[in-house]
């Protein structure tokens, strides 16, 4: 069958075809995201606690790639009929720039500060790097302001070290954009084959399963990425119906039954496949999950759609960028008292087979009680960038690219 029978047989993506699902929003889908956050900052946490060292928190690195399923889905349901001139396209390249770059590069000046402070002050070596050196050092300083540092020109995690992901995920966005703008109703073919080949090249390539990032980042964002887009192409309209349908409550029991059978999936995926080849898997995991949910037709949801809730999706951007620093400022702080005072606050100890500086040697009630001072904290300075930094930016890269 030819490419052209192909393309005349399948049903043109929703997105492409009617674009009335631009501006629909998906706010449970919102507060999952601010969960994933959370937990991806759990993940990178060291304490002795049992939250800590559990399997399930182990595998939490996958999360991540919940954000690449949900973008692909919120991208493609926004823009995947809307990309079709070259204004539109330089507007939409903007509008996601100024979505990630600004609160990435405030980051990067919080990092550069704080190296300029190691500098100044040799007491705060320690026995670790020297300041702008390993993953501080110049000339990956210059791969971040670049945005390239998840592209595979690094042979490591720098700086900001989660910031990988809106790397890939910005040449992600662009290599989405070119698609849709250069094949229109066939964009969906390039994203099948994006969606078979990258779980294949990554388990060819890769060495650490689905734990790329600096290096396959890119691919690892794209296989997401393009399983979202084609749910929000192919299955949108049919979701929107369904939510229509289900407003007034009816089949919430029979919902609610099958929200929780999916936590309990993602809970037991999670906690066997982060340290196995069976993390290939996550995308294709998330990708379900994403289309029960977006339905939002039980009781789970009904929790989820609570303002608290909502305000936790909204800050998971700014969760995602603002935990390493403030983990790592923490652990500063924690290791000054431990020279102090020796309170078994901080120090070294074994994490997933890795020897970390994390809280809790002393007892793993101190490191809960870390857990709970850093979630408090990074919410608390998320919000403040959210508020300050994030949102303002945002309106004015918006206001920018209507003059385009």
Same mark, same amino acid.
């Given at each position: 069958?030819?490419?052209?029978? =192909?393309?005349?047989?399948?049903?043109?993506?929703?997105?492409?075809?009617?674009?009335?699902?631009?501006? $629909?929003?998906?706010?449970?889908?919102?507060?999952?995201?601010?969960?994933?956050?959370?937990?991806?900052? =759990?993940?990178?946490?060291?304490?002795?606690?049992?939250?800590?060292?559990?399997? &399930?928190?182990?595998?939490?690195?996958?999360?991540?790639?919940?954000?690449?399923?949900?973008?692909?889905?919120?991208?493609?349901?926004?823009?995947?009929?809307?990309?079709? *001139?070259?204004?539109?396209?330089? #507007?939409?390249?903007?509008?996601?720039?100024?979505?990630?770059?600004?609160?990435?590069?405030?980051?990067?000046?919080? &990092?550069?500060?704080? *190296?300029?402070? #190691?500098?100044?002050?040799?007491?705060?070596?320690?026995?670790?790097?020297?300041?702008?050196?390993?993953?501080?050092?110049?000339?990956?300083?210059? @791969?971040?302001?670049?945005?390239?540092?998840?592209?595979?020109? *690094?042979?490591?995690?720098?700086?900001?070290?989660?910031?990988?992901?809106?790397?890939? *995920?910005?040449?992600?966005?662009?290599?989405?954009?070119?698609?849709?703008?250069?094949?229109? !109703?066939?964009?969906?073919?390039?994203?099948?084959? @994006?969606?078979?080949?990258?779980?294949?090249?990554?388990?060819?390539?890769?060495?650490?399963?689905?734990?790329?990032?600096?290096?396959?980042?890119?691919?690892?964002?794209?296989?997401?990425?393009?399983?979202?887009?084609?749910?929000?192409?192919?299955?949108?309209?049919?979701?929107? $119906?369904?939510?229509?349908?289900?407003?007034?409550?009816?089949?919430?029991?029979?919902?609610?039954?099958? $929200?929780?059978?999916?936590?309990?999936?993602?809970?037991?995926?999670?906690?066997?496949?982060?340290?196995?080849?069976?993390?290939?898997?996550?995308?294709?995991?998330?990708?379900?999950?994403?289309?029960?949910?977006?339905?939002?037709?039980?009781?789970?949801?009904?929790? =989820?759609?609570?303002?608290?809730?909502?305000?936790?999706?909204?800050?998971?951007?700014?969760?995602?960028?603002?935990?390493?620093?403030?983990?790592?400022?923490?652990?500063?702080?924690?290791?000054?008292?431990?020279?102090?005072?020796?309170?078994?606050?901080?120090?070294?100890?074994?994490?997933?087979?890795?020897?970390?500086?994390?809280?809790?040697?002393?007892?793993?009630?101190?490191?809960?009680?870390?857990?709970?001072?850093?979630?408090?904290?990074?919410?608390?300075?998320?919000?403040?960038?959210?508020?300050?930094?994030?949102?303002?930016?945002?309106?004015?890269? !918006?206001?920018?690219?209507?003059?385009?």
């Amino acid at each position: 069958m030819t490419e052209a029978a =192909l393309i005349n047989l399948a049903p043109p993506p929703a997105a492409i075809r009617t674009g009335t699902v631009a501006g $629909e929003r998906f706010l449970v889908l919102d507060s999952w995201r601010g969960i994933c956050a959370l937990l991806v900052a =759990l993940f990178h946490f060291p304490t002795s606690s049992m939250i800590s060292q559990s399997a &399930f928190v182990g595998g939490s690195y996958l999360f991540v790639d919940f954000f690449f399923v949900l973008s692909g889905f919120v991208i493609a349901s926004s823009y995947g009929s809307r990309l079709d *001139e070259t204004d539109e396209v330089a #507007r939409f390249a903007l509008v996601r720039f100024g979505r990630i770059y600004p609160l990435h590069v405030l980051m990067l000046a919080a &990092f550069v500060a704080f *190296e300029l402070v #190691r500098l100044a002050l040799p007491a705060l070596h320690g026995t670790g790097a020297a300041p702008f050196s390993g993953g501080f050092d110049l000339k990956s300083l210059v @791969a971040n302001l670049f945005l390239l540092q998840g592209m595979g020109v *690094e042979n490591h995690l720098s700086w900001n070290a989660p910031s990988w992901s809106i790397s890939a *995920e910005f040449f992600t966005y662009l290599l989405f954009a070119g698609v849709v703008f250069a094949t229109g !109703r066939r964009a969906w073919i390039w994203f099948v084959a @994006a969606a078979v080949t990258a779980p294949f090249f990554l388990l060819a390539f890769s060495t650490r399963h689905m734990d790329v990032s600096f290096d396959f980042g890119f691919i690892r964002c794209l296989y997401g990425f393009s399983l979202g887009a084609l749910l929000a192409w192919f299955q949108h309209d049919s979701i929107a $119906e369904a939510r229509q349908a289900l407003a007034g409550g009816a089949g919430r029991v029979a919902w609610t039954l099958a $929200e929780l059978a999916m936590i309990a999936v993602i809970g037991m995926f999670v906690s066997v496949a982060g340290t196995n080849d069976a993390g290939i898997a996550a995308p294709v995991v998330f990708a379900l999950a994403l289309y029960l949910f977006a339905h939002e037709g039980g009781l789970i949801s009904v929790l =989820l759609s609570s303002r608290p809730m909502l305000l936790l999706g909204s800050l998971s951007y700014s969760i995602y960028m603002v935990h390493i620093f403030v983990q790592a400022r923490m652990i500063n702080v924690g290791g000054l008292i431990e020279r102090k005072l020796g309170l078994g606050i901080v120090g070294d100890m074994t994490l997933r087979g890795d020897q970390v500086i994390g809280f809790g040697i002393g007892s793993p009630w101190i490191g809960f009680a870390a857990i709970m001072a850093m979630l408090i904290a990074v919410i608390v300075a998320s919000w403040l960038t959210w508020r300050f930094v994030e949102m303002p930016a945002l309106a004015w890269f !918006r206001r920018l690219s209507k003059r385009i």
